[in-house]
């Protein structure tokens, strides 16, 4: 799974509490899951305000022992919680509360968030703590996959898995509606292999896409826009800000996804002339491949829509279907545009793999 960076935050007076939970993540250290940190590690002479915060920063999960004097320490309110919530809303990490002692806490934004152990029972109101610890162990076990298949929804895709989707492009004066399906061929631990074919027009194209699992995938999406022939200029300059997050529910095809949407900006630049826009994605962890289950992006003069139409594995009740009639893709013309625009400096190309310019 890789290493994920765990921050723990506790009261002074708990710590304890902090060293039995550390015991207890210890088969996650093992599994090479977790990379944990917490204060007791700051050496001698380190400016121990600073090594916090950036603790905080790095980390994608961030676990509050919940206790009475935690609730009453100054500088967790203050600075661990406040920052934790900050981060949490730009979706760059989950948040965890492990409540330890009985404590009137409804009151605390830690409320807002599904505690451990389940019920948010405390873990001295067990008679035997060893099943308390055993619902903490695994349900952070469990927290940790959820991060790792946000990141990158690859890691948990499996050979055989496949989705198929609708397109639609538009420019000024046009529009098409193409298909596709993406299937997973091979696997390694540290990547997964595609096969993309998609018709649009008189078009049918197969690409192979080769996508990193060691990075998020958003991370990666720039070299997966290469290798399905959607590079950009060399003279322009692309910029993509910041993910903005919230959970929403689609209703497609008749069938409810639970999403989480994320929105961010998209600023392009070539030669003075500026494009700017918005790119919106829904997924959902029970869609395979990417988890999409829509997209869309509104570049001023070019958007562009995707909707998931099905998805399954192998030979699946929903079978998956055959773009081609059996026949091969297009030879020799592998990203022919089926249609150019030339608005002002931009030529907007569109291909069976989306646009370029």
Request: with cysteine; net charge negative; proline share 6%.
């Amino acid at each position: 799974m890789g290493h994920l960076s765990v921050f723990c935050s506790y009261a002074r007076e708990d710590a304890a509490i902090r060293d039995a939970l550390g015991r207890h993540l210890e088969p996650l250290r093992t599994e090479k899951i977790i990379d944990d940190w917490n204060d007791s590690e700051i050496k001698p002479g380190a400016r121990w305000d600073d090594r916090i915060r950036a603790a905080l920063d790095k980390s994608r999960l961030v676990i509050f022992i919940v206790t009475p004097d935690l609730l009453a320490s100054d500088y967790v309110n203050r600075v661990e919680l406040a920052r934790s919530l900050e981060l949490e809303r730009a979706g760059k990490c989950q948040v965890v509360p492990v409540v330890a002692r009985a404590t009137e806490w409804g009151n605390s934004p830690l409320a807002d968030f599904q505690a451990l152990p389940r019920d948010a029972r405390p873990i001295d109101a067990f008679a035997d703590e060893r099943e308390a610890w055993d619902q903490v162990t695994s349900g952070i076990r469990e927290a940790c996959k959820r991060i790792v298949d946000w990141e990158n929804p690859y890691k948990r895709a499996q050979v055989g898995d496949w989705t198929h989707v609708e397109q639609t492009m538009q420019v000024p004066g046009q529009s098409m509606t193409g298909y596709g399906t993406c299937e997973v061929i091979a696997k390694t631990a540290t990547e997964a292999v595609a096969r993309l074919q998609f018709v649009l027009g008189p078009q049918r194209q197969e690409q192979i896409i080769r996508v990193d699992l060691t990075e998020p995938l958003e991370d990666r999406m720039g070299e997966m826009l290469k290798q399905m022939g959607q590079e950009m200029p060399a003279n322009a300059e692309f910029w993509v800000g910041p993910s903005q997050y919230e959970e929403d529910v689609l209703f497609i095809g008749g069938k409810r996804y639970e999403c989480v949407k994320a929105v961010r900006q998209m600023r392009m630049e070539q030669q003075g002339q500026k494009m700017e826009g918005i790119v919106q994605n829904w997924r959902c962890v029970d869609v395979p491949l990417d988890g999409i289950v829509k997209g869309t992006g509104d570049l001023q003069v070019m958007k562009q829509t995707q909707v998931l139409l099905g998805f399954g594995h192998g030979n699946a009740a929903t079978a998956k279907p055959d773009l081609f009639g059996g026949q091969p893709p297009n030879a020799n013309q592998p990203n022919q545009p089926v249609a150019i625009f030339s608005p002002g400096r931009w030529q907007v190309h569109m291909n069976a793999f989306g646009m370029g310019t």
